[in-house]
């Protein structure tokens, strides 16, 4: 079973991506900002990081960045959770080592389908 | 799959309050001046999350709304705009509004409000002022004009050798155009060096693609490789080449504008008909309905009942075979018991108790709009905002809190011009203090503001037949005056504060919580009201005493003392009251049997004991026959199960299965009043002859 590492500051988001993906099949680890996805990547292995990018401590641009650094993580797919107004940050998160985008809203059926495609 | 998104929406509504409460005391620092670029960050975030939650959960007028917030603060904190003290304002116009609409939605009512649209104006207008391409929330509307048929598409792909770097494998995107019909791929390996140079993590190839359909739209194809566009060398071509001019004019983000408007409307299907459902529902069921709890203290009671586990088995295990010699260890094993439960009991309630910053963190806010409107400079300070206390508490003080907070606005500083002439700052200090002192929660509210005039009160309080004239009263005494109905000294009545109701409700609220309040004040000095709450309103620490063959608890925190009666004179005083003098003062005495009408053998005074009581500043003795121990009583309403009865403010069930009956000690202060005065009508009380039978 894939792992999926769900990043979110908001609990509703993150419960929303949790649920989503377990129901789809996933095993979920979620983390609430980049240091404590930081910390749990570090810990177990995880195939995928779904992550929100505004976030305190560390955002969702610096943990994907952290995350490519570690050579366990140079080909993981990482996708940023943004919106539509994200321009800027879709450009500096793909500049930081992220796979791709998912666009705020996006409805649990997308959000299954894009991780489906990114895992294969 | 279909996921019912309501399941998050309560979620949703406390994290986004949580996160205006974050916006408006961050808004309030900025206020002070303090610009920092954390503080407009977390400003941001919260309006951020708020909007990318309520557009994913459906509610396109909350998420219309802080979008335009949004845009806004994000200008401010890329420090292209200077925050004014308007933007300010309408900022804490917006969190009030956003908890409107919050509140709205959580009864399952349109957030749609004529204030939200006046907002939105208004910011629209400052950014209009500086740009014309301030964006709204709906993406622009793509079509997706895929009405031209072609035969299919050639893909020319060449992408950066780090591409796999970033997570994104062409073997992936390949597979995905195979989805939109029949793909034929061609190689390049031109551009593959040799073994030697080769890395393994690079990416040496490209490719031809030829993907054939004709249901395919080249902004489906563009989707496929959205993510790697500055990656890569894409050029996309139809095979039918007339028609590529067309196909050009749709950009990629256009296409996803299309797909996303359908979701939003997809989503707003499904709200409809969660709207209706939650109407249904009772509201505020929901609301109580849950509390969030810190994981500690989860993991604390998980604990407790693993040790409580331990001990049951041990017990059962010298249950099942008992012999006279094991008494030791069952006594040992009960003991651990007690402990347990205890611990537990404990851990059930830390469950129930929140940080009292729920309750302080709107005065704030109320302390700049009030400053603002009396004219008055005041500076909020606030200690121990962490001290827990239980939610039912600290939903129920929010209003007493609040007048007082008030009144100390109002009436206790002084305007910025009598500060400087009294010779002190011009900035008055509002201190709210919250601690734990024993079983109780102990809140100050402190001002450093003109404080109490002593005479002023007394010539009120005479005025409005409150008091007589030539009675000898303390400052106390005095002070105490201003918590009686119908009392109020403001020269003139105030939107504020004041219409001499307040703070009688202020005192009757807090002694329904088995509270007390006390005030102190120096002249010129400033004030400070206390407040005594209980941390909790399930359980309190009891004494019992008898009376007859009755049972009585008296709540541990309003004992002062306990004596024997034997040698202590009782005198008559008039209006038929009795009184004792204990160290020079004297203090009514109230028969707990004649009270409550238990017909009695008379035990004499002489072996009688009386517990010395307080409630609101004002002392009794009780006298009754025993005391017996003191013990956690669990209290069960006696209205619910029976009727209300003056002078009992609840009953419990003892070990034995007897009822014994709590004691209100403020009731029975007044009571004792009462019955003193009709000493000579007997049976004038409303005491159920059985309490057994309730």
Same mark, same amino acid.
């Given at each position: 079973?894939?792992?999926?590492?769900?990043?979110?500051?908001?609990?509703?988001?993150?419960?929303?991506?949790?649920?989503?993906?377990?129901?789809?099949?996933?095993?979920?680890?979620?983390?609430?900002?980049?240091?404590?996805?930081?910390? @749990?990547?570090? +810990? $177990?292995?995880?195939?995928?990081?779904?992550?929100? !990018?505004?976030?305190? *401590?560390? &955002?969702?641009?610096?943990?994907?960045?952290?995350?490519?650094?570690?050579?366990?993580?140079?080909?993981?797919?990482?996708?940023?959770?943004?919106?539509?107004?994200?321009?800027?940050? @879709?450009?500096? +998160? $793909?500049?930081?080592?992220?796979?791709?985008?998912? !666009?705020?809203?996006? *409805?649990? &059926?997308?959000?299954?389908?894009?991780?489906?495609?990114?895992?294969? | 799959?279909?996921?019912?998104?309501?399941?998050?929406?309560?979620?949703?509504?406390?994290?986004?309050?949580?996160?205006?409460?974050?916006?408006?005391?961050?808004?309030?620092?900025?206020?002070?001046?303090?610009?920092?670029?954390?503080?407009?960050?977390?400003?941001?975030?919260?309006?951020?999350?708020?909007?990318?939650?309520?557009?994913?959960?459906?509610?396109?007028?909350?998420?219309?709304?802080?979008?335009?917030?949004?845009?806004?603060?994000?200008?401010?904190?890329?420090?292209?705009?200077?925050?004014?003290?308007?933007?300010?304002?309408?900022?804490?116009?917006?969190?009030?509004?956003?908890?409107?609409?919050?509140?709205?939605?959580?009864?399952?009512?349109?957030?749609?409000?004529?204030?939200?649209?006046?907002?939105?104006?208004?910011?629209?207008?400052?950014?209009?002022?500086?740009?014309?391409?301030?964006?709204?929330?709906?993406?622009?509307?793509?079509?997706?004009?895929?009405?031209?048929?072609?035969?299919?598409?050639?893909?020319?792909?060449?992408?950066?050798?780090?591409?796999?770097?970033?997570?994104?494998?062409?073997?992936?995107?390949?597979?995905?155009?195979?989805?939109?019909?029949?793909?034929?791929?061609?190689?390049?390996?031109?551009?593959?060096?040799?073994?030697?140079?080769?890395?393994?993590?690079?990416?040496?190839?490209?490719?031809?693609?030829?993907?054939?359909?004709?249901?395919?739209?080249?902004?489906?194809?563009?989707?496929?490789?959205?993510?790697?566009?500055?990656?890569?060398?894409?050029?996309?071509?139809?095979?039918?080449?007339?028609?590529?001019?067309?196909?050009?004019?749709?950009?990629?983000?256009?296409?996803?504008?299309?797909?996303?408007?359908?979701?939003?409307?997809?989503?707003?299907?499904?709200?409809?008909?969660?709207?209706?459902?939650?109407?249904?529902?009772?509201?505020?069921?929901?609301?109580?309905?849950?509390?969030?709890?810190?994981?500690?203290?989860?993991?604390?009671?998980?604990?407790?009942?693993?040790?409580?586990?331990?001990?049951?088995?041990?017990?059962?295990?010298?249950?099942?075979?008992?012999?006279?010699?094991?008494?030791?260890?069952?006594?040992?094993?009960?003991?651990?018991?007690?402990?347990?439960?205890?611990?537990?009991?404990?851990?059930?309630?830390?469950?129930?108790?929140?940080?009292?910053?729920?309750?302080?963190?709107?005065?704030?806010?109320?302390?700049?709009?009030?400053?603002?409107?009396?004219?008055?400079?005041?500076?909020?300070?606030?200690?121990?905002?962490?001290?827990?206390?239980?939610?039912?508490?600290?939903?129920?003080?929010?209003?007493?809190?609040?007048?007082?907070?008030?009144?100390?606005?109002?009436?206790?500083?002084?305007?910025?011009?009598?500060?400087?002439?009294?010779?002190?700052?011009?900035?008055?200090?509002?201190?709210?203090?919250?601690?734990?002192?024993?079983?109780?929660?102990?809140?100050?509210?402190?001002?450093?503001?003109?404080?109490?005039?002593?005479?002023?009160?007394?010539?009120?309080?005479?005025?409005?037949?409150?008091?007589?004239?030539?009675?000898?009263?303390?400052?106390?005494?005095?002070?105490?005056?201003?918590?009686?109905?119908?009392?109020?000294?403001?020269?003139?009545?105030?939107?504020?504060?004041?219409?001499?109701?307040?703070?009688?409700?202020?005192?009757?609220?807090?002694?329904?919580?088995?509270?007390?309040?006390?005030?102190?004040?120096?002249?010129?000095?400033?004030?400070?009201?206390?407040?005594?709450?209980?941390?909790?309103?399930?359980?309190?620490?009891?004494?019992?005493?008898?009376?007859?063959?009755?049972?009585?608890?008296?709540?541990?925190?309003?004992?002062?003392?306990?004596?024997?009666?034997?040698?202590?004179?009782?005198?008559?005083?008039?209006?038929?009251?009795?009184?004792?003098?204990?160290?020079?003062?004297?203090?009514?005495?109230?028969?707990?049997?004649?009270?409550?009408?238990?017909?009695?053998?008379?035990?004499?005074?002489?072996?009688?004991?009386?517990?010395?009581?307080?409630?609101?500043?004002?002392?009794?003795?009780?006298?009754?026959?025993?005391?017996?121990?003191?013990?956690?009583?669990?209290?069960?309403?006696?209205?619910?199960?029976?009727?209300?009865?003056?002078?009992?403010?609840?009953?419990?069930?003892?070990?034995?299965?007897?009822?014994?009956?709590?004691?209100?000690?403020?009731?029975?202060?007044?009571?004792?009043?009462?019955?003193?005065?009709?000493?000579?009508?007997?049976?004038?009380?409303?005491?159920?002859?059985?309490?057994?039978?309730?």
């Amino acid at each position: 079973m894939s792992v999926v590492l769900a990043v979110d500051d908001s609990a509703s988001m993150r419960q929303m991506v949790s649920f989503t993906l377990k129901t789809a099949g996933f095993e979920v680890i979620e983390a609430v900002d980049g240091v404590d996805a930081l910390a @749990k990547a570090k +810990g $177990k292995q995880v195939d995928l990081v779904v992550s929100d !990018v505004n976030m305190p *401590n560390m &955002d969702g641009i610096q943990l994907i960045s952290e995350l490519r650094s570690l050579p366990q993580y140079k080909f993981t797919p990482m996708l940023m959770l943004t919106t539509e107004s994200g321009g800027d940050k @879709k450009t500096a +998160g $793909k500049a930081a080592g992220a796979t791709g985008w998912i !666009v705020k809203p996006f *409805n649990p &059926d997308q959000l299954v389908k894009t991780v489906k495609k990114v895992l294969g | 799959m279909s996921i019912d998104m309501e399941q998050f929406h309560q979620v949703f509504f406390e994290e986004s309050l949580e996160g205006l409460d974050v916006m408006e005391s961050s808004l309030m620092e900025l206020q002070e001046g303090k610009v920092d670029a954390e503080v407009v960050n977390s400003i941001f975030r919260a309006a951020h999350s708020i909007k990318g939650g309520s557009a994913t959960f459906g509610f396109a007028a909350v998420a219309e709304f802080t979008h335009v917030l949004e845009t806004l603060l994000d200008e401010v904190r890329q420090e292209t705009r200077q925050i004014t003290a308007e933007i300010i304002d309408l900022l804490l116009q917006s969190v009030d509004c956003l908890r409107d609409q919050m509140s709205a939605l959580e009864q399952g009512e349109s957030a749609d409000s004529a204030q939200s649209h006046e907002l939105k104006q208004s910011f629209q207008k400052i950014l209009d002022a500086d740009d014309s391409d301030a964006g709204s929330v709906k993406p622009d509307q793509g079509v997706d004009s895929n009405s031209e048929s072609s035969p299919g598409w050639s893909i020319f792909f060449k992408p950066e050798i780090e591409i796999v770097q970033s997570g994104n494998e062409p073997l992936r995107m390949f597979r995905e155009l195979a989805l939109l019909g029949k793909l034929e791929t061609t190689v390049h390996m031109d551009a593959l060096p040799s073994f030697a140079a080769l890395e393994p993590e690079n990416c040496y190839l490209y490719w031809d693609l030829k993907l054939f359909g004709i249901d395919i739209s080249e902004a489906q194809i563009k989707e496929v490789f959205e993510w790697v566009e500055d990656e890569a060398e894409i050029r996309i071509e139809s095979l039918d080449a007339e028609s590529t001019a067309a196909d050009e004019a749709i950009d990629s983000a256009e296409g996803m504008g299309a797909s996303q408007l359908s979701e939003v409307a997809q989503e707003e299907g499904n709200n409809a008909s969660v709207t209706e459902i939650s109407k249904t529902n009772s509201f505020a069921k929901r609301e109580s309905a849950s509390i969030r709890v810190g994981i500690d203290k989860v993991d604390e009671l998980i604990n407790t009942v693993g040790e409580l586990v331990i001990t049951q088995s041990m017990l059962s295990a010298v249950g099942e075979d008992f012999q006279m010699d094991q008494l030791a260890r069952l006594q040992h094993g009960l003991n651990q018991l007690a402990q347990n439960t205890r611990e537990l009991q404990e851990s059930v309630m830390r469950i129930r108790m929140l940080p009292i910053s729920f309750s302080f963190n709107r005065y704030p806010r109320m302390i700049r709009d009030l400053g603002k409107q009396l004219d008055k400079k005041v500076e909020l300070v606030m200690v121990g905002e962490q001290t827990e206390l239980d939610k039912t508490v600290l939903e129920k003080i929010g209003d007493p809190l609040t007048h007082l907070v008030r009144n100390s606005m109002d009436h206790g500083i002084e305007s910025p011009e009598e500060r400087i002439a009294a010779g002190k700052s011009e900035t008055g200090i509002i201190t709210l203090k919250a601690s734990h002192q024993g079983g109780n929660i102990v809140i100050e509210i402190i001002d450093d503001g003109k404080g109490l005039d002593r005479e002023k009160i007394l010539e009120k309080a005479i005025e409005k037949g409150l008091q007589q004239r030539g009675d000898h009263l303390t400052d106390e005494q005095i002070y105490q005056l201003i918590l009686k109905a119908g009392f109020s000294t403001a020269e003139q009545v105030s939107d504020v504060s004041g219409r001499g109701v307040g703070m009688d409700v202020v005192r009757r609220n807090i002694q329904e919580l088995g509270g007390s309040i006390n005030i102190d004040s120096q002249q010129g000095q400033g004030s400070t009201i206390t407040i005594r709450l209980p941390l909790t309103l399930a359980i309190l620490d009891g004494q019992l005493a008898r009376v007859s063959d009755q049972i009585f608890v008296f709540p541990l925190v309003s004992i002062i003392e306990s004596l024997e009666l034997q040698g202590i004179e009782v005198r008559k005083a008039a209006g038929g009251c009795d009184l004792i003098k204990l160290r020079e003062e004297y203090i009514p005495v109230v028969y707990l049997s004649e009270v409550f009408g238990i017909s009695s053998q008379p035990t004499s005074l002489e072996n009688s004991l009386l517990v010395v009581v307080e409630s609101n500043n004002e002392k009794i003795g009780v006298v009754i026959d025993d005391l017996l121990s003191q013990q956690q009583i669990v209290i069960k309403s006696l209205e619910e199960n029976y009727q209300k009865v003056e002078g009992i403010s609840g009953a419990t069930i003892l070990g034995d299965g007897r009822v014994a009956l709590i004691a209100d000690i403020g009731e029975l202060i007044k009571l004792s009043g009462a019955t003193h005065l009709n000493k000579m009508e007997a049976g004038s009380t409303t005491f159920p002859a059985d309490p057994q039978a309730a």
